[in-house]
């Protein structure tokens, strides 16, 4: 690449302020460094991790803010959204990272607690709603106001952590197909990946094994895999309602 076109590319998203929820580590992590490489402006958000969410805001290239905020909170949300209003005065990209699961395997019905269905669904579901909710307006503002929802393979095939968990994925892939429909000219995309080694799932090694064992790439994704599917969507101007999926061939064999 000449540096011509390295200047350009790190220039591409520049004027562009985004929201990446769940991004001290991992995923969220990644798609917030890939867009700061890219020229945003960037706000890193967590619900707990504050001094690691701190860090990675610290280590951007470009203009970047924490805000702690657990989007299960509707009032915490909407803070989130007018803390970046109020700091940058504008919202162009918001990305919907933020989750949350424990392994509960799919024939054990009885310890799927109902407190852990409720929290699966209160951070997945309606903490995404919210958010989204509330930043649609100002998205609409922008001249290519983009919503991209990390969802997962378990959305779109009988696996995953818990019932409870492919359940609220399957909920946000349509989510994301009926904003895409109502929203407009927002783009409303979401990537679903596999099994991604993060340090979440850093002890799910039986996971990953089996994944590598199975799948046609014989790995699981990386962040960076995510981070490049979120950016492309973000590329395409005309991409709206795609449920992206990046794993490595997995729902071919399963």
């Not at 919907?96 to 392994?103: E, H, I, R, S, V």
């Not at 929802?149 to 609220?168: E, F, H, K, L, Q």
């Not at 109502?182 to 979401?190: I, K, L, M, T």
Request: aromatic residues 6%; glycine residues 8%.
């Amino acid at each position: 690449m000449s540096k011509e076109q390295d200047t350009q590319r790190n220039t591409e998203l520049l004027g562009k302020v985004a929201i990446v929820t769940g991004s001290s580590s991992g995923i969220g992590e990644e798609i917030a460094r890939r867009l700061s490489d890219l020229g945003a402006t960037v706000v890193v958000n967590s619900a707990n991790s504050v001094d690691a969410g701190q860090q990675v805001a610290q280590s951007l290239p470009g203009e970047s803010l924490y805000i702690q905020a657990d989007i299960s909170d509707q009032a915490a949300g909407q803070n989130l959204i007018g803390q970046t209003l109020e700091r940058f005065g504008q919202l162009d990209i918001l990305i919907n990272n933020a989750g949350w699961t424990t392994l509960v395997a799919h024939p054990d019905l009885d310890s799927l607690t109902d407190e852990i269905f409720e929290k699966t669904f209160n951070v997945n579901v309606f903490g995404t709603w919210w958010l989204t909710k509330a930043a649609i307006p100002h998205l609409k503002k922008s001249t290519d106001g983009n919503v991209v929802n990390i969802t997962s393979i378990a959305g779109v095939r009988p696996v995953g952590s818990s019932i409870a968990y492919a359940m609220t994925k399957a909920a946000l892939n349509h989510m994301t197909v009926l904003l895409a429909k109502s929203c407009g000219p927002v783009r409303v995309n979401a990537v679903a990946p596999g099994l991604v080694e993060t340090p979440w799932t850093r002890d799910w090694q039986a996971q990953h094994d089996n994944v590598s064992r199975v799948a046609p790439l014989k790995r699981s994704a990386t962040p960076q895999d995510c981070g490049e599917a979120t950016i492309a969507l973000i590329r395409n101007k005309y991409a709206t309602g795609q449920i992206f999926v990046v794993d490595g061939g997995l729902t071919l064999v399963v």
